[in-house]
């Protein structure tokens, strides 16, 4: 069973188990630069709506993106400062 030809068998195979988990550890790790960049321009766009929802007094707790625009949108037309 263990016998001289099976060890080299099974230390190749344990090696090459080893280098591709170790492939595919440094794939996943690696992400696209056009990713990051659409990720960093989600989050800045999302916190300058938050924040500018906060200036203006509105409560932003548990509302999306687009419920959180269209307040903002409201809130200027309805102190007629659409415009600026």
């Known amino acids: 069973m263990w016998g001289p030809r ?15 988990f170790e492939r595919a550890s440094r794939e996943a790790m690696v992400r696209p630069v056009s990713e990051l960049r659409e990720e960093r321009v989600a989050t800045s766009s999302d916190d300058i709506l938050i924040e500018t929802a906060r200036k203006l007094g509105m409560s932003t ?7 959180i625009s269209k307040e903002i949108i409201e809130k200027f037309k309805a102190t007629g400062q659409a415009g600026l």
């Open 6 to 20: 099976k060890i080299p068998e099974l230390a190749r195979a344990l090696g090459e188990a080893r280098g591709e």
């Open 61 to 67: 707790g548990g509302k999306t993106r687009d419920q």
